[in-house]
C-alpha cells in the first residue's frame, strides 16, 4: 500500500510514439527512461503498433530496457476507437503530462487529451520529407497542431531555427540536444538476424552507412563516392546498414556500379553494436539532419566519422580534428575525404580519440535527461 501511495505522489508522464523502427525517436525514449528520476516520475510508453509488425522491435527494446510497455492498436491513417482507447487510457491511469514524438502520436495525443488536465509536450526529432504526404502531414503539425501544445523540443539549433520559421511562439520552443547512453548499445534488439559476413582480415577498412533508408540520408551520393575510392583501393568494403523504401533502389545500385562484392545492403540488423565493433569509419552522407544519434553513438564509439555539414553536425565535427566535413550533395569531396582517411589511418584515430572525448565532455545522457525533467516539472508545478 505504501509503495502504491508513492507511485501516486510521483509525476505520472506518458511517451507516446507511433514506431516504424529503432531510430533517433526511440533512442531517446529508451535513454529517458532508463536514466530518469524515479524518485520523481512514474513513466510509461504507450507504443502505437501497427498492423505491419514494423513498431515490434521498439517495443521489445522498451520492456528489455525495463519501460512500463502498454500497447495502443491503430488500423489505419485515423482510427475513432484508438482515440477512445487513448481518451479512456489516459483517465484510468490519471496520466498528467503526454510526451509525444511524431505526427501521428502529435495528432492522436491532441485529440485524446482535449478539454483534460493533461500538459502536452511533443519532440520534433527531424522527419524525412520525401511524399508529397508526408509533407502536408508535417506542414499540418507545424502550422496547426504544435500551436495546441505546451512546449515543442528541438533536438538541435537547426530544428529550432525552422519551427520558428512556422510563427511558433519562441517561448514555447525549447532546444534539448539529443545525449547518448551508450550502455544502451548493447540492449538494442531491433531488426533480424541477418548474417553479415564482413571482411575478417585486418587489412581490410569497412565503411558503414548506419540509419533509415530514404532520399535524404544520401545513399546514392555514398555509393558514387564509394564506387570512385574502391577502384582506387582494393582492400575496401562498405555495409548499409538500416530499412526504408530507397533498400531496392539501393541494391540496384550497388549492382549497376560493379560494388557487389564490395559493398552489402543488410537491412535493419538485431545486433548494432557488432556493427560498431567491426566499422573502422562511419559516414553519414545526408542531405538534411539535426542531431543524429549514429553520429554519437559512433564518436562516443571511438569510430573516426566523416559527414555532411547539415544541421547540428558541425557543432561536434571540425574538420580535420573531431572528423571530417563535406558540403552536402558533393560526392567528389566525399570520396576524396574517405580516400584521406583511408591514407591516413593515424590522423582518422587522433580524430576518433577527440571526438570520443567531446561526447563523453559534452553530449552524453545526462544532460539531456537533466532539461526534460526540468521542463516536466516546470509545466506540473
Known sequence: MELEERIMERKRILHIRDSGGLFGGESVILTLAKNIDRSLFHMKLLC??????????????????????DILD???????????????????????????????????????????????????????????????YLLFDEQIVYRCFDRIIAVSEDLRARLSSKLIPRDRIELIQNGVDMDLLD????????????????ETKVFAVIGRLYPDK?????????????????????????DGPERESINKRIKASGLGRKAFCCGAVRDIKRIYDST???????????????????????IPVLATSV??????????????????????????????LVAMPEHARLMAERGRKL???????????????????????
Open 187 to 202: 540492449r538494442r534488439d531491433g531488426g533480424s538476424d541477418v548474417d553479415i559476413e564482413l571482411p575478417a582480415e585486418p
Open 74 to 136: 491503430v488500423r489505419g491513417r485515423f482510427d475513432h476507437r484508438a482515440i477512445s482507447n487513448l481518451r479512456s487510457y489516459l483517465k484510468k491511469n490519471r496520466i498528467e503530462l503526454i510526451h509525444t514524438h511524431d505526427f501521428k502520436s502529435d495528432f492522436y495525443g491532441l485529440i485524446s487529451a482535449c478539454s483534460l488536465d493533461i500538459r502536452k509536450i511533443s519532440t520534433a526529432h527531424g522527419s524525412t520529407r520525401d511524399s508529397l504526404l508526408k509533407r502536408l
Open 48 to 69: 502505437m503498433r501497427r498492423p505491419d509488425g514494423r513498431s515490434e522491435p521498439f517495443i521489445a527494446a522498451a520492456r528489455e530496457t525495463g519501460i512500463d510497455v
Open 359 to 381: 561526447v563523453e565532455d559534452h553530449y552524453l545522457s545526462a544532460g539531456m535527461v537533466k532539461k526534460t525533467q526540468a521542463l516536466y516539472l516546470s509545466l506540473l508545478s
Open 311 to 340: 544541421g547540428d553536425i558541425p557543432l561536434l565535427i571540425r574538420d580535420g580534428h573531431t572528423g571530417y566535413l563535406v558540403p552536402p550533395g558533393d560526392a567528389e569531396a566525399l570520396a576524396g575525404r574517405m580516400k584521406d
Open 280 to 302: 573502422d569509419y562511419l559516414v553519414i552522407p545526408s542531405l538534411t539532419e539535426g542531431l543524429p544519434y549514429v553520429l554519437l553513438e559512433a564518436m562516443g564509439s571511438g
Open 218 to 242: 544520401g545513399h546514392a551520393l555514398f555509393l558514387e563516392a564509394f564506387a570512385q575510392l574502391a577502384r582506387d583501393h582494393k582492400d575496401v568494403f562498405c555495409v548499409i546498414v538500416g
